[in-house]
């Protein structure tokens, strides 16, 4: 802090702070925290009345929210002072402590919000970096599937019973063989101790089914753009995990020769190559962001897998030399390499082909693309059951009745704001 200059500005926030300061003993430690962090709210307020234009920057949004000016301390039987982040209590501490060089931040909001995101995203990309060190299987190649003929279906995380084809409304039983393909793999999850069975058998469980049939235009994307993760809050038994890896043979054969066996998780699919990019990755869940945002985290991913999207290992796509065998896949799909013997870890994101069902965890990261030609689309995505909230306001009711097992909320998931009955209609 040394090296930037710090002028006290003349406004009420600081005016209030040097009170509050000349009269705050020990016994008012927590007081004072609370009301340091009001006074960075205060300070916002006035910057946006001298610029109507300017709105509040995610950084302040999280410098308030981490300080505990969020209402969900109120729910959670916590005082502010309780609720707010280690980190920044400490540096409102030395910011409010004469003796203490940081003092001289006092009454700067915006200083205090531009060290905590420069804070923030140095922590996350050392976190990030540490994940990436260690090795995952973040997603895995199912078998190749057929979607049936389109019909301008388009319904999102719809509840329906997965293995019952009846709970599901008849436009969309033309996708019951994938579904039940995805169910097959499914295991059925047991304790460490007793061998209790942690949830219902996959077949009794409420999944969350996705169907979008669309004609995309050129240079558009047919489904959320940007870096994500599912962003779902799940138990740890449904968050996605691999018990047996499918089995490709080395020659090729057009289909798997054991689909696998996978612990919750999503399963995904479209029918146009190169529309989606997955990295074999695991996003820690405190770097998951709104929603599932994980773009500020694609400087890092980009370090970690530094060459260009490609699609899975196949056998070459010459039928005079290997007949049937030309471009079927081979070996795991987050390998690479023509050795199929000697493969590694492949250094780049896996360009999803048409027909190809993976499975994936809820915090592999992934981006829908942009399509170089207008062309039809029909996207796949089953969400096997156990998540923590169902967005109303993003979700598709099943008009069989058939209601999540899930918590239900009627707020946006990216901006908070609640949605009404109208809105959502």
Not at 98 to 127: F, Q, Y
Not at 290 to 306: A, I
Request: net charge negative.
């Amino acid at each position: 802090f040394t090296r930037r200059e710090v002028v006290p500005s003349k406004n009420r926030a600081q005016a209030v702070c040097e009170e509050r300061q000349s009269e705050m003993t020990e016994s008012d430690g927590e007081k004072e925290l609370v009301h340091s962090a009001a006074m960075i709210s205060v300070q916002e307020e006035r910057e946006e009345e001298r610029e109507s234009e300017k709105t509040e920057s995610d950084e302040e949004k999280d410098l308030v929210h981490s300080a505990g000016m969020s209402n969900r301390c109120k729910h959670l039987g916590r005082t502010p002072a309780e609720d707010m982040h280690p980190t920044v209590r400490m540096l409102l501490l030395g910011v409010y402590d004469k003796n203490s060089p940081l003092h001289k931040l006092a009454g700067h909001s915006d200083v205090l919000c531009e060290i905590w995101s420069l804070v923030t995203r140095a922590w996350a990309r050392e976190l990030m970096a540490a994940t990436l060190a260690e090795e995952h299987i973040a997603f895995a190649h199912v078998n190749n599937i057929h979607f049936p003929a389109p019909s301008g279906l388009n319904v999102n995380m719809m509840p329906f019973i997965m293995g019952q084809q009846n709970t599901l409304p008849q436009e969309l039983h033309g996708y019951w063989k994938m579904i039940s393909l995805c169910v097959s793999t499914l295991h059925h999850a047991k304790d460490g101790n007793g061998g209790k069975f942690l949830t219902p058998p996959p077949k009794r469980r409420v999944g969350y089914l996705t169907v979008h049939e669309s004609v995309v235009s050129e240079s558009t994307s047919q489904r959320r753009p940007g870096l994500h993760t599912e962003g779902f809050t799940r138990a740890p038994c449904d968050q996605g995990t691999i018990h047996e890896m499918p089995r490709w043979h080395p020659w090729g054969f057009g289909h798997s020769m054991g689909s696998g066996k996978y612990e919750g998780g999503i399963f995904m699919a479209s029918n146009v190559s190169d529309s989606c990019h997955l990295y074999n990755a695991i996003v820690p869940s405190e770097l998951v962001g709104k929603g599932g945002d994980v773009e500020h985290l694609r400087d890092v991913l980009g370090q970690h897998f530094p060459d260009r999207p490609q699609p899975r290992t196949c056998m070459p796509n010459d039928s005079e030399r290997f007949g049937g065998h030309a471009n079927c896949p081979r070996g795991h799909m987050h390998m690479a390499g023509e050795d199929i013997f000697s493969q590694k870890a492949a250094n780049g994101p896996i360009s999803l082909q048409a027909n190809q069902l993976v499975w994936m965890t809820d915090r592999t990261p992934h981006e829908s693309m942009l399509l170089h030609s207008s062309q039809p689309r029909q996207f796949f995505r089953l969400v096997t059951g156990g998540i923590g909230v169902w967005y109303a306001a993003h979700s598709t009711p099943n008009p069989l009745g058939i209601q999540p097992s899930a918590k239900v909320v009627y707020y946006d998931k990216f901006t908070g704001k609640l949605v009404t009955a109208t809105e959502r209609q």
